[in-house]
């Protein structure tokens, strides 16, 4: 192909899915007749809602057409009757649907920096941050987190050290993926109080926080009057409605400026999917808390099987998970990436193996997480033992044949 | 707000579309009790066909989960067959699935884009490529095409001039929206000769291309082989499938390494619409030539009035348009964004008015498209001829008012 025209170089850099990019090894462990089983993304095995069902029914005729740029209204004030239900109260104009959390990500970073900004981001992160990132020209600035204190904020002149003159905004996850923790009041307050004196956007993707374990509340960073005009949430309906291809998210500021902003680069794009819109909306309206609590216990109950299966095992290690579905912890392995690898293409127990991601794609700095691999608890209570069997048994074999 | 961080600067840059920023004054005008003929937004007035219907009905089960970054399978298979129809050839493998054709411009642009590089761009061009543009990084370098040979491409030397070294791509929209011209085989071939000898991509938005008037055959710049690697077609099922709120669209490449990166740009956003995918594989593969003809038949019928009711109207000029279902036509008037907010303020006809686009935004060169609007003909044949009929009334009334 000489002298045909270079690909960008952002084309270049961008990474590939280190979730996905496992794919073509579970394709030919499957054709080789080995089961999988993943516990390597946070695909849901929930049934989407009768609810979402029944709105797009209700809806199949006539054409579908292009809808607003920012959402149905419908959909916008449904969202808003679910946050008042957690007494955070914002306006229908505060809220704009996106095309999943992935476009109110991008959204977020594209309106609040410019090529060469610089964003604050606690490691292990939410790898695709990295595509987004490249795609908007902004550089992560990574300050690692660690399993040794379950993920939680390192100490404050750590993260302010990681601010220049080119950082526009701090971003976190809460709960937390790829670790599962979710941060307390006083962590938010003292990201809040950070935002304020460094002059800086507080980015929150919140799409886990119905995800909280032991009774633990989640706190948003809406419910910090001080950074009102600074915050703001990224959300989904892909986990909490267990509806990944439904492709619809949300962003929330109060900051009219950034509302109007986000506005704009939707209209580019004309409007997020229509079908998704009546479901999602159907859904905020008629669920209760028995379905909340439902799931969260379900959930909950995952996360103990993990800890049963998992926690204190020689040379496992990583702290209770919090909320979310994800727990990220060290393995006794050098190399978490080929150890992924490895058990796909060389180990299983009775026809089946399970599938895990290799935690340095959540990693900015080169090396790290090398040794930890995340864990999506998103499988019925005997398939996620069955799993977390044969994921011990893997690690056993694997370090005794590499020692 | 004082103290808060700054909007970043392409937020602030990034266009307001010029085609939905009159929405505000259409809403006043419906509360004043005037309704509204719609020919300012290509939103087709066809319904769905049922076989979108029919698949998502026999879809609505279980987990609505994530697909393939790519899409799914079948659905590139059944656009591989679409194409081959038109005796055009590409495997699965050469196609990706994209959220609306939106996003498959995005792609081709930061595919063959690093942010400062240019975009040769016949204007008046679909103004929400400059959005796409702004988020990209790219600057679109304008060339003029001209309503007095039907907006055909401007001499060669025109469009060579606008080459520099920071050219990498020539990007056509065909047939064209808003001009709804057809370039002639001639016409590739010469844009085809320039991509190679300037060592350029050549990204072609085709989304129209089942819209052909008057026995015409849409090539498609996948037609010509000495560009293989350097083709990229952006696609939509949009206006064939009256499906514009699916949100599905598609790129196509014969470059395997550029559809490698344009599956790592789909895998950070992880997968297009789940439900819009299964309903737009069941109309590729059950739709018949019965299907488009008729459609096509529908929109040369509102071409022809069109014709009937505007051509060789005093002050209006603008030659036959030849697909698509836009034109673009000069008026009497200095200033058509003032015309068309007028019309929705002050006139109207029967508690009738019409709205329309003005062709200022779909120019880059500052000044230009002033006195023209774009017209979208997707109103069934009496509602057109009213919607028109109001239109001349307006312009005689403007015109007389403002002289």
Redesign the interface.
Known sequence: ?S???A??????D????PI?KLAPLAAAAKKRGIRVHHLN?G??????PIE??DA??SN????????P?NGIPELREAICSYYARSGIHVASSQVMIT??G??AV?FAL??????G?EVICFEPFYT?Y???A??A?VKLIPVTSRVENGFHLPPSEEITSGISERT??ILICNPNNPTGTIFTDDELAELADIAMER???LLADEVYRDFAFDGREHSSILEFPAIA??AVVMDSISKRF??????LGNVITR?E??MS?FM??G??????????QYGATEMYKLLTDDYYNTMVAKYQRRRDILMEELHGEEGIFFLKPEGAFYATMRLPVDDSDDFAAWMLREFSVDGWTTMVAPAAGFYATPGMGMDEIRIAYVLEDEKMRQALDILKKGIRKYVSINQ
């Not at 961008?14 to 899915?17: D, F, K, T």
């Not at 695909?43 to 989407?48: E, S, Y």
């Not at 594209?110 to 090529?115: E, G, K, L, V, W």
């Not at 267990?242 to 492709?247: F, N, V, Y």
């Open positions: 192909m002298g045909n025209p690909i960008s170089r952002r084309g270049m961008i990474q590939e899915s996905r993304i695909q849901p095995d929930i049934p989407t979402f069902w797009v029914e199949m005729k006539g054409v579908l057409a292009y809808g740029s095309t999943g992935s476009e991008l594209m309106a609040t920096c410019d090529p900004d695709n990295n595509g987004f490249t795609i020209g526009r905004a002059n800086l956007f005009d600074r267990s509806s990944c291809g439904a492709r900051n400026e950034l902003v704009k680069f209209q580019a794009r004309l409007c997020p999917p229509t079908l998704s």
